[in-house]
C-alpha cells in the first residue's frame, strides 16, 4: 500500500527556470495539500486541493506559484522564474475525506535549490 | 503571526526516561491537534492526535495532553528510545477555515542518549 509519493526527491534550477513538482496522493485519497519549509522553520501551508478543483489557495504567494490536481494524473505545483528564495522543502500531503479532523499524510518531499 | 509555538528549539534526555514536548497556540478556533515526527530527508510522519472535546489521548508510549484554557499542548513519551530521536512538530487544525489545513509549530529537535 503505497504512501504519498513525490517526484523528483532533489530538485536543482538556475535563477529564472521553472519547477515542477508532483505529487501522487495515497491510494483512494482525493485531497492534496501543499507545503512548504524554509530552512530553520516549521511547515507552513500553501495549498489545497481536490480532483480538478483548488479549494484553499490562502498560502499561495500570489505571483510565480501556481497548482492543480487534474482528473487523471499527480498533482502538480509550478514555480515560474525561480529566485533563490524559492529554494526550501516542499511536502505534499493528502487525505481521503475533508474535515478539520482528518489526519494528513505526507510524502519525502522534494527539496528545491535555486542556484 | 506565530499561530503556534514550540518554544524550546531543541530536548535532550537519557534513553529510558520521559520526554515532553511543548506546543502553545493562540487561536482559539483550533479544535484539532497532531504531533508529527521528522527525520532528516523525509516526510513528516503522523504520530497522535487529539480533539478539543478530550484533554488526553494515549497509543502506546506516546501520550499527549491538551490544556485548552491555557492554550496548551504537551506529547509524552515513555520510556524514551534512541530511535525517537527526531524533529517533533506540533500542528493544529483551523476550525473556522473549513478546509483542514494544518498550522505548524516550528519543531523541537528531541535527542534520545543511549
Known amino acids: 500500500n503505497a504512501g504519498v509519493m513525490q517526484n523528483p526527491r532533489h530538485l536543482v534550477r538556475r535563477r529564472g527556470q521553472e519547477a515542477r513538482l508532483r505529487c501522487s496522493p495515497m491510494?483512494?485519497?482525493?485531497?492534496v495539500y501543499w507545503y512548504r519549509q524554509l530552512p530553520e522553520e516549521g511547515l507552513k501551508f500553501m495549498v489545497y486541493?481536490?480532483?480538478?478543483?483548488?479549494?484553499?489557495e490562502s498560502g499561495m504567494p500570489k505571483e510565480r506559484f501556481s497548482a492543480e490536481f487534474p482528473k487523471e494524473g499527480p498533482s502538480i505545483l509550478r514555480i515560474q522564474q525561480v529566485v533563490r528564495g524559492d529554494s526550501a522543502a516542499y511536502f505534499c500531503?493528502?487525505?481521503?475525506?475533508?474535515?478539520?479532523?482528518?489526519?494528513?499524510?505526507f510524502g519525502p518531499g522534494t527539496r528545491l535549490l535555486v542556484l | 503571526d506565530q499561530q503556534v509555538k514550540q518554544n524550546s528549539p531543541s530536548l535532550s534526555v537519557q534513553e529510558g526516561r520521559i520526554s515532553i514536548l511543548n506546543c502553545d497556540y493562540t487561536?482559539?478556533?483550533?479544535?484539532?491537534f497532531l504531533w508529527y515526527k521528522k527525520y532528516p530527508a523525509e516526510g513528516p510522519t503522523f504520530l497522535i492526535s487529539?480533539?478539543?472535546?478530550?484533554d488526553k489521548n494515549e497509543d502506546g508510549r506516546f501520550t499527549v495532553f491538551l490544556n485548552k484554557s491555557a492554550k496548551h499542548l504537551s506529547l509524552h513519551i515513555v520510556p524514551s528510545q534512541p530511535g525517537d530521536s527526531a524533529v517533533y512538530f506540533c500542528?493544529?487544525?483551523?476550525?473556522?477555515?473549513?478546509?483542514?489545513?494544518?498550522?505548524f509549530g516550528q519543531g523541537t529537535t528531541l535527542q534520545v542518549k543511549p
Open positions: 491510494k483512494g485519497h482525493s485531497h
Open positions: 500531503a493528502s487525505s481521503p475525506r475533508t474535515g478539520i479532523m482528518e489526519t494528513q499524510y
Open positions: 486541493l481536490q480532483k480538478e478543483n483548488i479549494i484553499d
Open positions: 487529539i480533539s478539543s472535546i478530550k
Open positions: 487561536n482559539s478556533m483550533f479544535d484539532y
Open positions: 500542528a493544529a487544525s483551523d476550525g473556522s477555515s473549513n478546509t483542514g489545513k494544518l498550522i
